[in-house]
């Protein structure tokens, strides 16, 4: 499996903000398609946002449009996923993906990262 870390989840109040990083190693991040994926207690796992190739195309859910932003850094071998006016409905165990190049938000996404937990409350 290629590995994959995810960081930057925490705390916040609604109307905050956070960055999600999603750091490789043993590959390099730019030859797949990164994909970001929550899933809150009871829910099923939502696709938020992939990104291709550093010049190809990018998706973000209908739930997260406008407000979530996915990049990435090639020099660092990262991608990101800024999160602002966080919700409630926002808080949720967040993935990253990796999937060969070509993929959607439907997959097939083969490695994945151990999540980190955002929470959005008062």
């Known amino acids: 499996q290629l590995q994959l870390v995810e960081s930057g989840g925490g705390l916040v109040q609604p109307g905050g903000s956070l960055r999600l990083s999603c750091a490789a190693s043993?590959?390099?991040?730019?030859?797949?398609?990164i994909g970001w994926f929550r899933q809150a207690p009871g829910k099923e796992r939502e696709g938020v946002s992939c990104i291709s190739s550093s010049d190809g195309p990018t998706y973000y859910a209908d739930s997260v449009k406008g407000r979530f932003t996915i990049s990435r850094d090639n020099a660092k071998n990262t991608v990101y996923l800024q999160m602002n006016s966080l919700k409630p409905e926002d808080t949720a165990v967040y993935y990253c993906a990796a999937g060969p190049l070509g993929v959607t938000m439907e997959g097939p996404y083969d490695d994945w990262g151990q999540g980190t937990q955002v929470t959005v409350s008062s």
């Open positions: 043993g590959f390099t991040l730019d030859y797949y398609v």
